[in-house]
């Protein structure tokens, strides 16, 4: 049975059934009750019954009497779910059909009427996420900050474990806070398992995303909530160039042993005192560091008291007599 309407199903709900449980209750519907006359409170109610076979005349008397509501409700639910499952298998070829068209939009030319495309706000993620899905060869990303929101993390996971499924080899900057976030570790795990390689570092970097060494993602110069494509394919080389020459200098994420320990806590506390000596802010630091304020400020409590100092000035005089300037690779023995 076809046609049936969501006007039908309302008025079957709120009244027709409530009328079939009467006729199955009384055993018959009498054909003289007036409220089945035409224009009658439940004429239109009862048609509907009568429609589905719900109900069926007595030829004695003009009543009618119930049905088994079973093969009435294969009758009409059954090529429901069958158009329906045709409509989605339908909708699903459509939308590959429209993917094939986006990827060809994507790559050529006329999707940014340029080398570069400016990204704001809520466009930024979709964007992303549609370059990721088209990525063939590789991906390279630099994240900075180590608090990345969890419920982010998890899309990016479930986005790049999809790249990852396909081939697409994957490579990961973190800063070396990075390694005390909980929720990084857990996205780590998740994406290393299907082969990502993570590795941190110590130097400040800004977020960089590559796909395919044929567009890249970078920071807009108006603030986090904006961004730019990048296409023109000496730019692109070039951001990639960065990014490899940090990744040979940065240590794999998954390494436990001390001495990986005792190095990333050097190199940190290398760069707090870069960040005194060039006499950065506290949160401008922290940011740069990839830390909280409050971490940091831990860091540079440990120093005044490797130091021996009450003050940054003091400790500033006291690295500076000893030649220290923050580019060492071993801390200094107290002399």
Known sequence: MHGMSAEQRELFETVA?????EAVTRGELAGTDAR?????????????LVQLGLLVGNGDDGGWVPTDPTPVQSRVVTPMSQQGAMLFSESARWADAFGTLGQAWRRSPLASRGPFTELHGRAIFPYIASIVADAEHELLTAQPQSDRDAEILAAAAQRDAAALARGVRMRTLYQHSARRNSATHKY??????????????????????????????????EGVMNAL??????????????FERSWERARPFAQRESSITKGIAAEQRAMTIRMLIEGHADHTSAKRMGVSPRTYAAYVADLKTEFDCETRFQLGYAMGQR???GQETEPPTAD
Do not use: C, K, W
């Open 17 to 21: 059934t409530p009328l079939y449980e």
């Open 36 to 48: 089945f006359a035409d224009g009658g409170d439940l004429r239109e109610a009862l048609d509907l």
């Open 188 to 221: 780590v795990a998740e994406v290393s398992r299907q082969g990502a390689e993570v590795r941190t570092l110590d130097e400040f970097f800004n977020r960089l995303i590559v796909v395919d060494r044929r567009v890249a993602v970078i920071p807009h110069y």
């Open 229 to 242: 494509a990048v296409r023109e394919p000496s730019m692109v080389a070039y951001l990639v160039d960065m």
């Open 323 to 325: 030649g220290i300037s």
